[in-house]
């Protein structure tokens, strides 16, 4: 086997057993990561969990404190710059010049990068134009809207294309039309053939985008999989009921739970109600216990809108496995101590 194909086989990222601690707090607790070339790779895990942490010690930033990682085949520790000549992070927000142009940011960085000027100038040219930029190109990034200036920050961890993009919380406060443009890139930086690992508290971001999912909490992986296979760990299903009246929703959380034997939660809506349903030996017992949940609801003169039975989503899933939900992004508490 020649040495191209070997390097072509190994994962773009490995850990083992990796360590990292501030004073008293345990920001990774014997880290096991493995991510294949080409894919992208969800990070997930509440606040404070060490999605950062992670990524910072992999982009050879932070030095871990015991355990192994390479990154494209590098180790972390003694090849930190082969690794960074190879790789883009782009974190929560944006790193750029907000009195300079897009252009000039782009043109800059190309520079920096190495690019001759002629070079520099056709790269920003095209970054601009490949993310829908170039109308604004000559215009100071700080005039720009919050999807404009994501983009291209974006664009600025590709002037030289990585074969590894580190990805953190990308459409944090995002509208939802800035956010599928971000997703739209992402797709197509992965379809080029960068890896990448993306880490999120939107789950639907997640669901959208990756081939494969961790979910970290507490320093540790907790679970590793497809997004269809972190849903089927939670359940065979869950249970949404709407209610008439929102004033009914406290007794129908616990009406629920005790017919059904769980934890009931509120939903965003505040007549809604939801509840993972425990893998049943068949369809039958989950009529049976979804009419059983029903009957008690009526017997306790609770008014139901609307009752549906549908697979569990990410975010069930993600609450049943780390505790938490998935909330707004916020500084993890270990880069606080970092």
């Known amino acids: 086997m020649s040495k191209s194909s070997t390097a072509g086989d190994q ?5 083992h057993g990796l360590v990292k601690v501030f004073g008293q707090n345990r920001a990774l607790d014997g880290i096991d990561l493995t991510v294949r070339r080409g894919q992208v790779f969800g990070f997930l895990g509440p606040n404070g969990a060490g999605k950062t942490t992670t990524i910072r010690v992999l982009a050879t930033l932070t030095r871990f ?15 930190r710059d ?8 782009t974190g929560q927000f944006a790193a750029l010049d907000e009195d300079l142009t897009g252009y000039e940011n782009l043109i800059i960085l190309g520079r920096l990068h190495g690019l ?8 920003a040219d095209d ?5 829908d930029l170039t109308h604004a190109g000559g215009r100071p990034v700080g ?4 999807g404009m200036r994501r983009r291209l920050d974006i664009a600025a961890g590709l002037i030289v294309t990585p074969d590894l993009l580190f990805l953190d919380e990308p459409t944090t406060g995002l509208d939802p039309r800035s956010r599928n443009q971000v997703w739209e890139l992402v797709r197509r930086i992965a379809a080029a053939g960068t890896t990448v690992l993306l880490t999120t508290q939107y789950l639907e971001e997640a669901d959208q985008l990756a081939e494969q999912i ?3 909490d507490q320093g540790r992986i907790v679970a590793e999989g497809t997004s269809a296979q972190l849903k089927s760990r939670v359940g065979s299903g869950t249970l949404h009921v709407r209610l008439l009246d929102g004033e009914q929703r406290a007794q129908a959380q616990q009406v629920l739970a005790g017919a059904l034997e769980g934890t009931v939660h509120p939903a965003a809506d505040p007549l809604a109600l939801s509840m993972l349903l425990a893998t049943p030996a068949d ?11 029903l009957t008690r609801l009526a017997e306790a003169q609770v008014g139901i809108a609307e009752v549906a039975l549908g697979q569990p989503s990410l975010d069930e899933a993600f609450l049943a496995l780390t505790g938490h939900p998935a909330g707004p992004a916020t500084t993890d508490q270990e880069d606080v101590n970092r």
Do not use: C, M, N, W
Request: charged share 20%; net charge positive; aromatic share 4%.
């Open 11 to 15: 994962p773009a990222i490995e850990a």
């Open 65 to 79: 404190d015991s355990g192994v990682a390479r990154v494209l085949g590098h180790d972390v520790i003694s090849e």
């Open 82 to 89: 082969a690794i960074r000549a190879r790789v883009a992070v």
């Open 116 to 123: 001759s000027r002629a070079a520099g100038k056709q790269r």
């Open 127 to 131: 970054l601009l134009a490949a993310f």
């Open 143 to 146: 005039g720009y809207s919050g």
């Open 214 to 216: 961790a979910v970290i």
């Open 283 to 293: 369809a039958t017992d989950v009529g049976r216990l979804v009419g059983h949940a």
